[in-house]
Every structure is written in structure tokens, then in C-alpha cells.
């Protein structure tokens, strides 16, 4: 009986250590890389979104050091950049500026007030108030802007840019951006989570399953080594002229 017992034992042993094939493991490691990249990315995007919507194209706001603006026109892309492209513009003191220089500024012209505007300084002048100024101009179109730029409306100077960036952000902060960048990739996890958790269950009740069989298996097949057992203790009695049940007779 207790052969048979480590035989099962060391059967069910061997079921449930059984490894995975190398298909199988280079397919979960490719699942599990898949799930992390999704992760990331769809954190990525609501980072991005956050940092767009909370600091781009904001005047009272930058970003190490630097104002992020999304080019809205073409009126600079004979030169320097153009819509959709991502600038920075760093705050400086308006008396260092000079000819040839990029600002971005607020403007106070009709067509376009309170828009900043990033053009480039073609010459020094005066405002009306005899105060120092800018006369600007779109590189495109090469025609002077409207009004004179005064320092108090300076937000800074050109630093750099990320070519096309900008649209990417402008995409994001639209409902369509936030469905396909943000909310279908966390719905997708859920999704894959969902039906990992599915598969998990289902293979612990199988697991369960089957190790019930198993106990199943070896308690029968205890109770059929018990009834051999009995059976041989039967056959020594009736060789020994003993009764088949009862004590043996030492004294006989």
C-alpha cells in the first residue's frame, strides 16, 4: 500500500511540475512585453495629455525654463518652422533683442488680440507713446505686422522647436486623440486583464479537478490494497487451519 501511494504521489508530482514548452514561454514573455508596452504607452499618453492641456500655449506657465507654444500658421515655415510644429521660447530681458531675432509676443492688433504671436524682428522703433518697440514680420509673406510690438508684450525669445510635435499634442487634447491615444489602450488592458483573469480561473478548477480525481484514484486504490491484503491474511489463516476471522491462536 504504500508503494502504490508513492506511486501516485510521485505521479501527480510529475503532472504538476510538467514545464512549459520553449513556444509557449517565448509566447507569454511576448505577452508580457506586449501588456508592459501598452502600459507604459497608454501612461505616456495622459502624461503627455496633462502636461499639453496644463502647460502648452500657456503664457503664466513653462516648461524647464521655457514656454512651449503649437504653431497655429504657415507664416514662418519659408525660414524657420512651420503649423504643427512644437516652439520654445525663453524669457528674456526685451533691451537684448535686436534685428534678426524670433519673439513670440502677445498681440494687440484687431484681427488677432490676445494671440501670441512668434515672428521675427526686422527692425527697433518706437510706439506712439515714444516707448521702445518691435516691428515684426512673418518670414512667408515678408509683411510687417500690424502694430509695433511694445517689451511689456514680449513673452520671449525663439529657442527651438520639435518639428510636428505640436500636432501630435493638438491631437491629443481633442475628444477623438483621447479615444484612440488614452481610452481605447486602457480599455484594451482591461480587456487582456479580463480574459487572463478568465484563463487563470478556469485552469485552477481544472487544477482542482484533477487533483480530486487523483486523491479519488488513490483512495480506491488504497481500499482495493486494504481488500488484497484482507484476502492474503484469509488465504494464511486457511493454510494455518484458522477460522478466516478472529485472532490467531498463539497457544495452537
Partial sequence: METETK???????????????PLQRACSIIKSVFVWLLVAASVAMMVFTIVSVTTFDR?????????????????????????????????????????????AYRSTAASNFGETVTHKIRSVTTT???????????TTTDIDDEIPVAYEYVQG????KLAGVGSFFAFLRTTPGYICCILLPFLLLIVMQGISAVRLYKKYKRQ????????REQVQAERAEAQRMIQELR??????GLPPEGPLDEGH
Fill in 7 to 21: 506511486k501516485k504521489s510521485s505521479k501527480k508530482s510529475h503532472r504538476s511540475s510538467k514545464k512549459a514548452t
Fill in 59 to 103: 503664457n503664466d506657465r513653462d516648461l524647464f525654463g521655457h514656454k512651449a507654444f503649437i504653431v497655429r500658421s504657415d507664416s514662418m515655415s519659408a525660414t524657420d518652422f512651420k503649423a504643427g510644429d512644437l516652439i520654445f521660447i525663453k524669457e528674456v530681458d526685451p533691451a537684448t533683442l535686436k534685428a534678426g531675432d524670433i519673439i
Fill in 128 to 138: 506712439a507713446d515714444g516707448e521702445p518697440a518691435f516691428i515684426t514680420y512673418g
Fill in 157 to 160: 525669445k525663439y529657442e527651438g
Fill in 208 to 215: 482542482q479537478q484533477r487533483e480530486l480525481r487523483l486523491e
Fill in 235 to 240: 488465504r494464511m489463516r486457511a493454510e494455518m
